[in-house]
């Protein structure tokens, strides 16, 4: 295969990933096989994209009809400066401009809307403690580390109507108040369920439908938090021949942002195998089963926990790689999720595709 084609390839792909018609939409970080090699005092620039098909709801964690067609298609494309000091220490910057086409049916009404824009910006500092290399084997252990700066737009973090209430509540009786708001959803939710199934009274049904309608809310669409966050990454490689392994964990410590509105911290992990199939003089390319995960707890707002906020899922599917001269490297990767559990009346992907083309000058 020809280095014209290998690019040819790339690009095409590339272009596809940056096509807009959301684990944490957020918090990922992209993270590609070269990374795991420093190039000392060489500049790499990245074009990564990550597009999620929210298309099903789910009450606490179930499955159900999506009779009003409710959607959120969303698209992250991170701009990154990676440039490597020497074989130990680097620094990364990312640019994500987001893109989310919508569709949410509340108060009886269905309304189709999108926002797009800068998304908030994160700055990362690398380290590498560990590195070996010998003959066809290599191994490396790389530390992230950084800030997420409050870039991104936190409109749509405004309080909805029906959430105005929290802003009522006495200090004092806080802690209370939380207990008594989850137990109070969960309550709801049973309900909702048991009238999804004939268990309920008609006299409720429509008031429970009307409730179960409500899956897209302002923090799945908002671009930026308003909070000064805290990415910590630890990323794993290890290689033997034509056949290698990468694991990454993501963790986010997240702080309050604007309208009192706090994302609750978020454990993003994912681990899976590769093999070089095609090994040229200048290209190579890899084929890699990727497991991924995420675990994440429940909002606050001002203290208060927002009960459908939190998932814990895991997503599997292949990944293609191509590297062309050692300096251009793209991938392409499409996952599903095998598990997925959320809580309250959430609105939850099918699928996602991930990918990303990079340059080493």
Known sequence: MSHRNVLLIALVLALVFVHSAAACDLCAIYSSLESHKPAPQRLQLTLAEQYTNFDEIRVEGKKIENEHDQYVRSSITQVMGTYDFNERYGAKLILPYIDRQYKK??????????????????????????????????????????????????????????????????????????DEVEHDHHMMEHQKIQTLHGDE???????????????????????????????????LF???????VRASINYSLRTEGDYDYRYADDLLW??????????????????????????????????????????????????????????LFANFEIDFPIDYDSSGTQIAPSYRVRGGLTYRF
């Open 105 to 178: 049916f509340e108060d009886n009404t269905t309304e189709k809307g999108s926002e797009s824009g800068i998304g908030d910006v994160i700055l990362l500092a690398s380290y590498f403690p560990y590195r070996y290399a010998e003959k066809d084997t290599y191994f490396s252990a790389q530390l992230l580390f950084g800030l997420k700066l409050p870039t991104g737009d936190t409109a749509l973090l405004k309080p909805e109507e029906h959430d105005e209430h929290h802003e009522d509540m006495p200090a004092a009786d806080e802690t209370d108040h939380e």
């Open 201 to 235: 009274d008609h006299g409720d049904e429509g008031h429970a439908e009307e409730q179960m309608a409500h899956a897209v809310h302002g923090h799945d669409l908002s671009l930026g938090s308003g909070s000064v966050d805290v990415p910590l990454v630890l990323n």
């Open 238 to 244: 290890y290689e033997v021949h034509r056949t290698f």
């Open 270 to 327: 994912d681990f899976g195998p590769g093999h070089y199939f095609y090994m040229g003089e200048d290209q190579q390319i890899a084929a890699r089963l990727n497991i991924s995960g995420e675990h994440k707890g429940k909002d606050k707002r001002d203290g208060v926990v927002d009960p459908a906020t939190s998932v814990d899922s895991i997503f599997w599917g292949p990944e293609i790689i191509l590297v062309s001269n050692s300096n």
